[in-house]
């Protein structure tokens, strides 16, 4: 990480939302200098069996933006997430900013492109998003300089945001009893994400590292933050100098008996669109449910 514009002494305001029904935690990152903010990994919130969308989520994030007198800069998206919808254009339509995601998108469209049988009128070169972030890549959030990693493995379009002293891993890792993303859909891959978690735990010991899902293991209290030096003793898949061989038996063996994120079929389409629900030929907001492609 030496060669990116690691800030320690920068502290930025993190303020997390957690989501219930998703178990996603959504961030509003404030630069300490200014009002300047982005939001990280927001949620649209849907009733799938009713084909029902709501925004009680993002307005949370909305309100909380307002109350503290807050500029909106950036919408991040830490990847193409499975698990939930992005409430991202919600969330811009009122407030502003951008919205960004890693460049790889366009590997992401181009293979659920084809399991959703989308015609040529879904553009798969990231389009849809404003910014495309590439390995190294910095922006501002105010007069905060942040940049962002690849780290592929769970999908090729994961990233790592670092902002000051605090870093945002998206599913790369989870808390240290919680261990690491899976690694079995289409594009994803256990070595590779061996080497991206790597990567993360190369980042100064006491960063901040927040989480964009917690399920509380064992019952524990939902938790979100933890340390680099955390992960490195403690992370039940990766801490205490697990080997790359012995990750990949383990993340193999464990994927395998894993059941599909109930709302993939759903996230997938929307996502890729930088979180715009489809429609139809006649405009009306559809989804599509392929049938034993994934």
């Keep these: 990480m030496s060669d990116f514009p690691v800030r320690m002494d920068i502290r930025p305001d993190v303020k997390g939302f957690f989501d219930e029904a998703t178990n996603t935690i959504t961030y509003v990152v404030k630069d300490p200098g200014s009002d300047a903010c982005a939001v990280i990994d927001s949620v649209m919130d849907i009733e799938y069996a009713a084909g029902r969308i709501t925004y009680d989520s993002a307005d949370q994030v909305i309100a909380y933006i307002e109350d503290q007198g807050l500029k909106l800069e950036w919408l991040i998206e830490t990847h193409v997430h499975a698990d939930h919808l992005s409430g991202a254009p919600y969330i811009q339509e009122r407030l502003g900013g951008k919205i960004g995601v890693g460049a790889n998108i366009t590997v992401v469209q181009d293979t659920f492109g084809k399991v959703f049988n989308e015609g040529t009128e879904f553009q798969r070169d990231g389009s849809q998003f404003d910014a495309l972030f590439k390995d190294g890549d910095t922006y501002q959030v105010g007069g905060m300089t942040c940049f962002a990693f690849d780290t592929p493995g769970h999908t090729p379009a994961c990233m790592v945001h670092v902002m000051g002293d605090a870093a945002f891993v998206g599913d790369t890792l989870f808390m240290p009893d919680g261990g690491s993303a899976r ?35 064992g019952g524990r209290e939902i938790a979100w933050e933890t340390t680099v030096g955390e992960q490195k003793a403690k992370n039940i898949h990766v801490g205490e100098g697990k080997t790359r061989e012995e990750f990949i038996k383990f993340r193999t063996e464990r994927d395998a008996q894993l059941d599909m994120p109930k709302l993939i079929v759903p996230s997938l389409q929307v996502n890729m669109r930088a979180g715009v629900v489809p429609t139809d030929k006649d405009g009306i907001p559809m989804l599509k449910v392929p049938v034993n492609r994934l």
């Design 183 to 217: 690694a079995d859909f289409p594009g994803g891959d256990a070595g590779t994400l061996y080497d991206s978690i790597q990567r993360v735990l190369s980042l100064p010991g006491d960063m901040r590292l927040f989480m964009c899902h917690d399920y509380g293991p």
